[in-house]
């Protein structure tokens, strides 16, 4: 795979995305000499699952923090008689 500085990925741009993209052909993209990125071919379908890959998911430490979170603000603004734990284990009898 050759490799392509970034000053020369910025004057030959037009010629190198052209032949990824007629070509495939693929790069690695250096600064100062060393490796930063590639440059490969991608369609739609490929873009999609890796598009879906970046999407950060909370972990359930993250989430049990944000559920305490909302346990607690809901506790705090309740006005009813009941408890709403016992609310809800009521609507769901």
Do not use: C
Request: proline residues 4%.
């Amino acid at each position: 795979m050759p490799r392509v500085g970034i000053r020369e990925l910025k004057a030959r741009a037009s010629e190198i995305v052209r032949a990824v993209r007629e070509e495939k052909a693929q790069y690695v993209i250096t600064y100062q000499g060393q490796p930063v990125g590639v440059l490969s071919p991608i369609d739609e379908e490929q873009l999609d699952a890796l598009l879906l890959q970046s999407v950060q998911h909370p972990s359930e430490a993250e989430l049990a923090a944000e559920l305490d979170e909302l346990s607690a603000t809901i506790a705090r603004r309740w006005k009813g008689r009941k408890t709403a734990v016992q609310t809800l284990s009521e609507m769901r009898d």
